[in-house]
């Protein structure tokens, strides 16, 4: 795997991804995975994010550049996930996006050890653009 880009994250994600962490019941791999992305990110307020950051609850534009494949989906907590249109944090397609910025690529592990390379297209909704701190 090539070096990972420098992502973000906001503190009350980190505060609520604990919280996950802490309580879920996923495979070892998967909570490593996310663990370890949150020790590598750069921590801002939820009133300072860039707005062309991936957060939690953030809709994405995105490609799969291995497949030419590209996608819209919210990146959300696991209790949410199974939506259409929705990704969960501790799927590996999930851990990758977030704390991305728009123009952003990263080489990752898919399901099946399939090598995926993400690139992210847009950030169509950003809760914390848009006040949404709630969420």
Do not use: C
Request: charged letters at 25%; aromatic letters at 4%; a negative charge.
């Amino acid at each position: 795997m090539s070096k990972s880009p420098s992502i973000v994250l906001t503190r009350l994600d980190v505060q609520r991804l604990d919280e996950v962490l802490n309580t879920m019941d996923a495979p070892i791999d998967l909570l490593e995975a996310l663990e370890n992305e949150m020790l590598r990110a750069k921590v801002v307020s939820h009133t300072r994010v860039a707005p062309d950051v991936v957060t939690m609850n953030s809709t994405v534009r995105f490609a799969d550049e291995t497949s030419g494949r590209e996608m819209v989906l919210t990146l959300v907590y696991p209790d949410k996930a199974g939506r259409d249109g929705t990704i969960s944090v501790l799927a590996p397609v999930g851990i990758a996006l977030l704390g991305l910025k728009k123009g952003q690529s990263i080489d990752w592990t898919g399901p099946n050890g399939r090598p995926l390379k993400l690139k992210i297209i847009d950030i169509e909704y950003q809760p914390e653009a848009s006040g949404d701190f709630h969420l």
